[in-house]
């Protein structure tokens, strides 16, 4: 384990809200930061705090996530999301997290666990052409949706 590694570490990191964050579905004028989007955006954080600390060959990935999204944010706008450490159990390390925009606060989460291994996969394990592996960046996406399935 890392001797930086500790609880009460933090980032905070804004992000514009353009086209591709939003839904599409209610029309131009209803376009809002998605909830799967925002999701994205947090474990992203949460990944890159810990790269900070966890050492060059290390990687993490999400495996659980509570989120409350509490506010709409138009498309255009910006969201500040803000990452907070509060707990390390070896690999296993758990974040609260919370998002506002330039109105109010539009998510906040009590938990988002994850875990960090000691060395990464080769590039060419996760590539799409791969025999039964899929892109990386959609293994968050499948994690939940094996915990909605549960």
Do not use: N
Request: net charge neutral.
């Amino acid at each position: 384990m890392s001797d930086t590694l500790q609880p009460g570490l933090s980032l905070t990191r804004k992000y514009d809200i353009d086209a591709a964050r939003t839904i599409a579905f209610m029309g131009d004028e209803c376009r809002v930061y998605s909830t799967p989007a925002l999701l994205y955006d947090i474990e992203v954080c949460c990944r890159d705090l810990l790269l900070q600390h966890i050492g060059e060959g290390k990687d993490s990935v999400g495996t659980r996530v509570e989120l409350d999204h509490v506010g709409a944010t138009l498309l255009g706008m910006w969201i500040e999301i803000t990452v907070k450490l509060v707990q390390v159990d070896g690999p296993a390390v758990v974040f609260e997290f919370s998002a506002r925009d330039a109105l109010e606060e539009v998510a906040r989460g009590p938990a988002t666990t994850a875990s960090w291994s000691a060395s990464t996969r080769p590039a060419s394990a996760c590539s799409a052409s791969s025999p039964r592996r899929r892109r990386p960046e959609r293994a968050s996406v499948r994690a939940l949706r094996r915990s909605y399935r549960a």
